[in-house]
């Protein structure tokens, strides 16, 4: 998110070619973060145990990172005024979370929780009555040069009413986690997603490699596009489907929240696209390039290696698609 409170994921699978009943390629589904997941995988291990193994991690990922436990080690953060000790998942998607603040400019902002919860999408569900004061009021802790990592691996907030999420990234770090986990089963050839961010490799039962479909964000029933998706990650956030609506204004507001000046997002983009290494990366930048400029967002992107973005834009119900140099190199 930037934080981008990122719920929902607007990507929609489409697995092409792709018949699973083979005795060895196996479907394995369930829920997390809210979400629903499935995994399609080559192996010769039990899917029982492949199960239990993945919901392990979401377990793992959800007492370290979730804000609807009140005992996770984000609540604890959160809720104290002195520094806490944070486990090494926490470390990665705080460091991966202070690089790509500074790429971004600040659009990517795990501290800007404080500004969901005002706009009732965070854990309390309650949407609050919005006016300039009170977002003046919340953005006065909103900063990730407000939080350090000490020496000690205690985080460090330099105000206590700092308040941090990251349902904008930890859903992608999962997914990358999922993969290490059946890469040393010796697993090769698989599809993980979880609530739309995905990540492939290797090829499906029919020896080909995996294809899926970004959603069209005007037509909700149809895709815009199916991509070959060859050992990357993707991820897809827009503004179509999740909103809260305040009941005595009636105004509508976005679940992308601008952690540069609080204000919920408005601008002509629909949706954004985002192909990368890891789904951790691309999990982060679907959610913070929504809120900017389209040119300046692909002018960023096209000077970071190994990640390219399909931004999907409106103009009288009309999509004008903008993409990064590479976008149609690596889909095809």
């Not at 050839?189 to 995905?198: P, R």
């Amino acid at each position: 998110m930037n934080i981008l409170v990122k719920i929902i994921s607007f990507l929609s699978l489409l697995l092409i070619s792709c018949n699973v009943d083979s005795s060895n390629y196996k479907r394995i589904q369930g829920d997390a973060f809210g979400t629903t997941y499935q995994v399609i995988v080559q192996s010769e291990s039990n899917s029982s145990k492949i199960k239990q193994s993945i919901d392990s991690i979401f377990e793992v990922v959800n007492n370290s990172m979730s804000t609807y436990r009140s005992n996770s080690i984000i609540s604890k953060v959160n809720q104290s005024q002195n520094p806490v000790k944070v486990d090494s998942h926490f470390i990665e998607v705080f460091k991966k979370s202070k690089d790509i603040w500074k790429l971004s400019n600040g659009y990517f902002d795990p501290t800007a929780g404080s500004i969901v919860n005002l706009y009732g999408m965070g854990p309390n569900n309650k949407l609050q009555s919005i006016n300039k004061y009170k977002i003046d009021s919340v953005m006065q802790y909103v900063g990730l040069d407000k939080v350090y990592l000490n020496q000690q691996n205690f985080i460090v907030k330099t105000d206590e009413n700092v308040y941090i999420d990251f349902n904008a990234i930890a859903k992608g770090y999962s997914v990358d986690l999922v993969k290490d986990l059946l890469i040393n089963i010796n697993s090769n050839n698989f599809l993980i997603e979880v609530g739309g961010e995905l990540i492939t490799m290797g090829v499906n039962e029919k020896n080909k490699k995996w294809k899926v479909a970004i959603q069209n964000p005007v037509d909700l029933n149809s895709y815009y596009s199916e991509i070959t998706l060859d050992g990357m990650s993707l991820a897809t956030s827009g503004n179509y489907r999740k909103f809260r609506i305040d009941s005595e204004t009636g105004v509508r507001y976005a679940h992308i929240v601008n952690p540069i000046n609080g204000q919920s997002m408005s601008n002509n983009i629909l949706s954004a696209s985002v192909i990368a290494n890891s789904c951790i990366e691309a999990d982060a930048w679907a959610t913070s390039l929504m809120l900017m400029d389209p040119m300046d967002a692909i002018e960023i992107i096209n000077n970071i290696a190994d990640i390219e973005v399909l931004i999907l834009t409106a103009i009288n119900d009309q999509i004008i698609p903008i993409k990064s140099d590479d976008w149609d190199l690596i889909t095809r």
